[in-house]
């Protein structure tokens, strides 16, 4: 009787004490990388749960599944792993290593030029570490991210407008003014683009053919951007002929195509 009870204690309770020990390792790991970044004069990075989920599900199915790579039968290559998990990144990469302890395979990864590109990657701000114990062998993921800024589609366009505006008057140009029909033609035009997954402007061209009674001319740009504020270098919108602004953006969760980014329609025009 004292042996079944024994056994069924050691039953549920070593899944935990297995957590525990995978949990110290992961930070055990999370402390060398840092100190080796330090040497480095290169912040620390931050520990981001949803990273360590991803990092940990990947260091689980190599152990369990018997291989060691990036790439599962299962969970796809690790940009297929951070689309499933909603991770928006403008920059993501990974690191994985087999050793028996955590020391030396950080010491592996750093004698390793490409795995120590990621670990000292200076854009870099956040990481994920996942680590599976099987027989004595340490199944280590490192996922290594820079955020997306999030933006509110609804007032994104008014916060661009602004941001332009105070670029064009250092230029000596006349603010623009956000027109909302445009704007509707805008949204339309993104919204097909990030169907599509491609860059276009057919249905942007549709919409100002109806609208062509209003306006002088008109410019368009398509985008598939990180953020908006990189579209701010575009000469168009310096353009003192042109007195008004549409912009559509559409937040893309396509799973070829990075998570996150924004599908961008503007459109300048000189109204009559």
């Not at 009787?1 to 935990?16: D, E, H, K, R, V």
């Not at 055990?28 to 990273?51: G, I």
């Not at 796809?76 to 991770?87: E, F, L, N, T, V």
């Not at 403008?90 to 050793?99: P, S």
């Amino acid at each position: 009787m004292a042996l079944q009870i024994s056994t069924l204690f050691a039953a549920l309770f070593a899944p935990l004490l297995a957590d525990t020990f995978m949990a110290q390792y992961e930070s055990d790991m999370l402390k060398l990388v840092n100190s080796d970044r330090a040497k480095f004069k290169l912040p620390a990075l931050e520990l981001d749960v949803r990273l360590t989920e991803v990092a940990r599900g990947h260091s689980q199915d190599m152990a369990v599944n018997g291989f060691f790579g990036h790439k599962s039968l299962s969970t796809g290559a690790p940009a297929d792993r951070y689309h499933k998990a909603k991770i928006a990144a403008a920059r993501l990469t990974e690191n994985v290593a087999l050793h028996q302890s955590v020391a030396a395979a950080q010491q592996a990864l750093m004698e390793s030029p490409g795995h120590r590109k990621n670990l000292l990657d200076p854009k870099v701000t956040h990481i994920g570490i996942g680590i599976y114990l099987l027989r004595g062998d340490l199944y280590i993921t490192q996922n290594f991210l820079l955020p997306l800024k999030e933006i509110n589609a609804s007032s994104a366009s008014k916060e661009f407008l602004a941001k332009v505006n105070q670029l064009r008057k250092k230029k000596g140009s006349e603010p623009l003014i956000l027109d909302e029909r445009i704007v509707e033609v805008c949204e339309a035009n993104s919204q097909i683009m990030h169907k599509k997954d491609d860059l276009g402007g057919d249905v942007a061209q549709k919409g100002m053919r109806k609208l062509k009674k209003d306006y002088h001319g008109y410019a368009m740009y398509f985008n598939f951007a990180k953020d908006l504020d990189s579209l701010l270098e575009s000469d168009g919108l310096m353009d003192k002929d042109m007195t008004c602004l549409g912009i559509g953006v559409v937040k893309n969760e396509n799973k070829d195509s990075g998570y996150g980014m924004l599908w961008v329609t503007l459109v300048l025009a000189k109204s009559r």
